[in-house]
């Protein structure tokens, strides 16, 4: 807030700074808008504007994001200020801008934005999956750092079990039955474990429980600008190109690639399918894109209880209570 007011810091740092703050507001707003749908935007510091403030639109709230990330991404440069990548560069914000854009169905301004990441020179494809998830590789754009030396990731906290029954998160065995035999993603990334003669499968993309010296919790890698760059191709009928991105993840995860017979609908698919697979656990990705394609429903075939309007959460009624202006309360509910 204060930030443009200042006069004894340089430059540089004010742009640094607001450039961080507003892609971090952006983020948060992002993923609760596609969460809540409508919520207030919220510009203030003074809780007396915000404990009454009514919500903003979905549509009018992804153009104020998208706004926020614009400025964002002028004010940051592409030079990270940390070697391990744990502070967000100019690509970070390119790459949640362009999510925004695709949510608007804005793909050829995706496209541009996506194509300057992958043709960085800053990012190198990783081939090997067991190093996916380590903290040196060049395909990262933005991680986080665990709070203490030697702590694990916040994903080994919530996903890592070993012979006691899980009290957190498991594998569902539709999504383990959904991987082909032969992909390397099975084998490396989910671990099965018998328990009381019964088969769980733990997530095992980060592995290390004590004295962790390689691993941090990955919010964006390069995969994920393949996938969505290959999407935004798709929605512009340039299949050829779109299936350079998509094959070039199911080579990697050595599973068969997809034909340029294909029609724009069926790359569509198999990119909804490659996002499940490359990214389970990670962000809700696979809520976030079936939310894109419209194709949320198709939950119900592997959650009976699915309803149309779980679309949207309920807003919590403690936060209505603070604030009668969040009323009506999302359908359904």
Known sequence: KGIDKSTAIPDSDKKRIKGEALFIRSLIYYYANQIFGSIPYVTTTDYTVNQSLGKTNETELLVKIKNDLSESSSLLNDVYRNTDRIYPNKKTVDLLLASVLMTQSHWQDAETLLKGIVQNSLYTWQPDLSKTFKMSGKHILWQLKPLNTNDATNEVLLYYFTTALPNTYTLSDELVASFDSTDLRKQAWIKTLTINQKNYYRADKYRNVSANTDEYSIVFRLEEAYLLLAESLAQQDKKTEALLYLNAVKAKAGVTATPVSATKEQILSEII??????????????????KRAGKLNELMSVKPNWKTYHKNWPIPNSEIILNPQLNPQNDGY
């Open 273 to 290: 399918n490659e996002n499940r697979k490359e990214f389970f656990t990670e962000k809700g990705i696979r809520f976030l894109s079936l």
